[in-house]
């Protein structure tokens, strides 16, 4: 059981855009502006994609987008491509003893 | 840019201690948060814990009573420690930082990772 819920599967056409939902609670995603999100390929490290709940690292397209209302976070793909194709998890900051807590992963697909 | 290299066992026995040793590379260690993080086949990330280049460390409290992890900056590495193992174990285990000095969740420097299996 992970700590933040996320859909199990989302998919989306080519050109279209999909949001992926990220709850927590009042002591993580809600209490603190650290949702992060990654990207991972089969076999691949994580990629971080999103951070402090909308910041987009170098190099991440700007079709990738992130939001938060209270304890909800979002992830956004526009313009959604075949390599978008892959799972994404959340993550968010949890405070000096719970420290990290992630998603349980969200699996795109590009129809 | 830093690079990380993850090392150790790839099988593991029940009821022993799993070690592996992360490597960092193009970077130093000082002023960094550097933390462990695993992966269950086909599941999704679980946060182990970190340890300050200073030393100071702290753990996700599910584990706490089993992992340490601990510093050598002489060799520019760190190091995981899990006893008691058991197949729940089993997992690829990833070291990584953020490159802005902080923990706030926000990874963007990972190993690629390493496979340890738990299993008689």
């Known amino acids: 059981q992970s700590a933040l819920t996320q859909p199990r599967s989302v998919s989306g056409s080519p050109g279209q855009s999909v949001t992926i939902s990220c709850t927590g609670t009042s002591s993580d995603v809600g209490g603190y502006n650290y949702v992060s999100w990654y990207q991972q390929h089969p076999g691949k490290a994580p990629k971080l994609m999103i951070y402090?709940?909308?910041k987009r690292p170098s190099g991440v397209p700007d079709r990738f987008s992130g939001s938060k209302s209270g304890n909800t976070a979002s992830l956004t793909i526009s313009g959604l491509q075949a390599e978008d194709e892959a799972d994404y998890y959340c993550c968010s900051y949890a405070g000096s003893y719970t420290l990290v807590v992630f998603g349980g992963g969200t699996k795109l697909t590009v129809l | 840019q830093v690079q990380l290299q993850e090392s150790g066992p790839g099988l593991v026995k029940p009821s022993e201690t799993l070690s592996l040793t992360c490597t960092v590379s193009?970077?130093?260690?000082?002023?960094?948060?550097w933390s462990w993080i695993r992966q269950p086949p086909g599941k999704g990330l679980e946060y182990i814990g970190y340890?300050?280049?200073?030393?100071?460390?702290n753990y996700n409290p599910s584990l706490k009573s089993r992992v340490t992890i601990s510093v050598d900056t002489s060799k520019n590495q760190f190091s995981l420690k899990l006893n008691s193992v058991t197949a729940a174990d089993t997992a690829v285990y990833y070291c990584?930082?953020?490159?802005?000095?902080?923990?706030?969740?926000?990874?963007?420097?990972w190993g690629q990772g390493t496979m340890v299996t738990v299993s008689s």
């Open positions: 402090d709940v909308s």
């Open positions: 193009g970077g130093s260690l000082s002023g960094y948060y």
């Open positions: 990584a930082f953020e490159s802005i000095g902080r923990l706030a969740g926000a990874f963007d420097i």
């Open positions: 340890i300050y280049y200073s030393g100071s460390t």
